[in-house]
């Protein structure tokens, strides 16, 4: 026990004399173990050893560690006595706030959350103002990590035993503001967006804070404003997420009531603000995603109504609303939309992106579990597989996600019937379920993975298929499991990269000329398919490069890709520019074959009665172009052939031009 006792002060002579920065900072870092783990056999000596660590806080260069070491003692289970320097301290972290370093501010904001959750009822109701007039200065879409920290930090004072009427007024007039700024920024999103959640939910509770006043001002910063216009989606979602949040908080009461205003904007026919309409579907999907609002009796047929709507977002946001209420309760509205699916031919596209709502809501909710019962899982592959060949691409593509996000929670049985449908004489069902694949192939660690693992090839292979849309899905599939699990398909690709490399070929069977009456035009059915085949070998290149020969791509695929059209140059610039920075030799080795095609593309001009986004799009061609030659110039000790010399001369000498797209020879 003396040993112990010595081991504070010893660190303290080592904060206080001249050595260096780290041992400094690691005897502060140490000090904090030490008290956070023994604090309660030192009562005595912490009256001696804490305003060492608090004077280290006045220290410009130590002050950053001291500030986390009082977070590890604040965190002890032991609740360590601070009450000699508690109020110091917090003045101390309060004054930080106002610092321009980041570091020390995001420090300072975990420091006194974890102050506030331990030694809060020793902390004044005056304090608690002072920082929370400080922390309204850091919510902003300027810095969303800082502005998560400032609101979980101003819950933390809210749910504190001590937080009085005073402190809930302040931040109703001084946070609460901010707020309603913040939620209109289209960037909100992810851990700022759910504490902003929390705050509401927490505001609800405080002292003289009413709900009605609260859900109004949320309501109505939905509204256009006359500068800015209307809200971007993404910021009308959390709007509404944040009005779900509150209503739960509130009660049931306050959340059925909520609910009957929402449903009664719906309702009113008189009412042409689509704006209002909108905001009030949203709202009614994240309320009922998260509680049962079966007990609002035909509340599926009022929302169902909105797809007749004639604006297309009340028509997608009526058919996320529908999926989500069904989320709340899947035994009573799961039924309902897939009769519907089976006897609304009109609304059967809306009706599946609800469906897939339900879905995707299963998969990322309970990640390894579903509510699903064994006999809806059987009733919605029926109906999926049965609209697996339908006319309208988009029905398909929404099938296609669907099947693939059911596939993360039954993979054992989604698989072999993927696999089975493969061999399927329809070529749009075949073309479905490899999309299908590509949605089961998520970046995340997925229990499919193992199964998919052994038979992901017969769904790849399929990039031989006759039918031109079964080769691009089966493309996009390989692209995406190139980018989120390479490790499934590098065993295959001295087999595909081949088959890859044909896709983006020219084919002259694929060109057909359209008949227009006084004009003919040329449609190219191919297109689409080489555009995602280069976009595959570019996504490939930063997953798969030790598979892969660039010399036997370059020529001729990426040479012809080069002369092809604007949508194939692109990608085709973007990869030679990753060739010129990972595989040099290969480049140079035909890099008088490259001159031409990326001559050709930076002297093409558009036609004299070009619109202006034709002439956009050259624009950006020619500047794809200029930075694929800019990374060939930056290859260390390159021989440069004498063609590519002339060019980079020309470029040079062209000093409009130059200029324009700002090129730089690099040496």
Known sequence: MLALSIVP?????????KIRLEVKECAISCMSLVISTFGDNLQKDLPACLPILVDRMGNEITRLTAVKAFAVIANSPLRINLSCVLEQVVSELTGFLRKANRALRQATLGTLNSLVVAYGEQISSTTYEVIIVELSTLISEADLHMTALALELCCTMMMA?????????????????????????SLLQGQALQALQRFFASLVHSANTSFD???????????????????????LHSVAQCVAVLCLAAGDQKCASTVDMLKGILKDDSNMNSAKQHLALLCLGEIGRRKDLSVHVHIENIVIESFQSPFEEIKSAASYALGNIAVGNLSKYLPFILDQIDNQQKKQYLLLHSLKEVIARQSIDQPGKSELQESNVEK??????????????????????????????????LV???????????????????????????????????????????FLMLIKDSDRHVRRAAVLALSTAAHNKPNLIKGLLPELLPLLYDQTVIKKEMIRTVDLGPFKHIVDDGLELRKAAFECVD???????????????????????LSDHYDVKMPCHLILSKLADKCPAAVLAVLDSLVDPLEKTISHKPKADAVKQEVDRNEDMIRSAFRAIASISRISGGEYSLKFKMLINNILNTAALAEKYNFVRCE
């Open 213 to 235: 006043s609260l859900l109004d001002s949320l309501l109505s910063s939905a509204k256009p404003s006359p500068q800015s216009g209307g809200l971007a989606k993404q910021a």
């Open 380 to 413: 919605i592959l029926s109906l999926l597989f049965n609209h697996c060949e339908s006319d309208e691409e988009g029905v398909r593509n929404v099938v296609a996600e669907c099947l693939g996000k059911i596939a993360l929670i039954e993979p054992k049985k």
């Open 539 to 561: 996504t490939l290149l930063d997953s798969c490069l030790d598979q892969m020969n660039p010399s036997t791509f370059i020529v001729p695929y990426l040479i012809s890709g």
């Open 416 to 458: 072999p019937a993927l696999k089975e449908r493969t061999a399927s004489s329809t070529a749009f069902t075949r073309a479905t379920v490899v999309i299908a694949i590509k949605y089961a192939i998520v970046e995340r660690p997925e229990k499919i993975d193992e199964i998919l693992y052994p038979e992901i090839s017969t």
């Open 9 to 17: 002060y010893w660190l303290a002579w080592q904060i206080k004399i």
């Open 161 to 185: 035993k001590i937080s009085s009427q005073s402190v809930g007024v302040t931040v109703s007039h001084k946070v609460l503001p901010q707020a309603l700024i913040l939620i209109r920024s």
